[in-house]
């Protein structure tokens, strides 16, 4: 059975840091890896999205890597900004039997002004 | 596109109701999938369906919860009956098997 680990639970830095959130899975079987946002009170908003034949993503200051044989993936913040504060969800898809999608707990995200 | 639309986006009801949530997923995908979220549980998958049909339901808590998709624009998730346990939010979400998924903005139901 799939399981997601996410860590650390809650952080918070002061803007302008570069920071990495971490996310870990115990099966290597993936199909893809997902980055998600999510605000208080909203959905989740897709950030990154990683094949499993990947090894790293970017859009704009996110960087995601993917490491699957060691069941590992991390979310690379760059000069991190107020705008950021959210929690971050990572999750995983199962690569054989179907396409079901595993959520990690998450890590709640506050970037100090 | 509009996205992935939910309704209601709340929902009071006392135990014992029945309790419907609707969803509308993005034209064109063929996957939808239905979640709860808590603080104690995180997000759970309930069930998925690909091309109208219920794949994986493992996720779905007992008998009192059921959901179906009768085409491929919309889907229900029922809980008949509704206890305060079932306090939460319930998310539709769609995609396709080598893009993201897409979340609708979430059904918060209470149970009193």
């Known amino acids: 059975k799939q399981e997601v680990t996410q860590i650390p639970a809650a952080l918070s830095v002061p803007e302008g840091e570069n920071l990495v959130l971490n996310c870990s899975f115990t099966?290597?079987?993936?199909?893809?890896l997902q980055w998600f946002r999510q605000d208080p009170g909203k959905g989740l908003t897709s950030l990154l999205l990683?094949?499993?034949?990947?090894r790293e993503q970017t859009s704009g200051r996110l960087n995601a890597s993917l490491d699957k044989s060691s069941g590992r993936s991390t979310l690379y913040i760059a000069a991190s900004q107020p705008g950021d504060s959210a929690t971050y969800l990572c999750?995983?898809?199962?690569?054989?039997?179907?396409?079901?999608?595993?959520f990690g707990a998450g890590t709640r995200l506050f970037v100090k002004a | 596109d509009a996205g992935v639309i939910q309704s209601p986006r709340h929902e009071v009801t006392e135990m014992g109701q029945e309790v419907t949530l609707r969803c509308k997923p993005i034209?064109?995908?063929?996957?939808l999938f239905w979640y709860r979220q808590t603080m104690m549980r995180g997000l759970e998958l309930l069930i998925y369906?690909?091309?109208?049909?219920?794949?994986?339901d493992s996720g779905m808590p007992e008998d009192r919860f059921s959901a179906k998709m009768p085409n491929a624009s919309f889907s229900t998730l029922k809980i008949q009956p509704s206890e305060p346990r079932d306090s939460a939010v319930y998310f539709c979400?769609?995609?396709?098997?080598?893009?993201?998924?897409?979340f609708g903005n979430g059904t918060r139901l209470t149970v009193t």
């Open positions: 979400a769609s995609g396709l098997p080598n893009s993201p998924l897409h």
């Open positions: 099966d290597s079987a993936i199909y893809n």
């Open positions: 990683i094949q499993s034949s990947q």
């Open positions: 999750a995983v898809r199962r690569g054989t039997g179907g396409f079901k999608t595993i």
């Open positions: 034209s064109g995908h063929d996957y």
């Open positions: 369906f690909n091309n109208n049909v219920p794949i994986d």
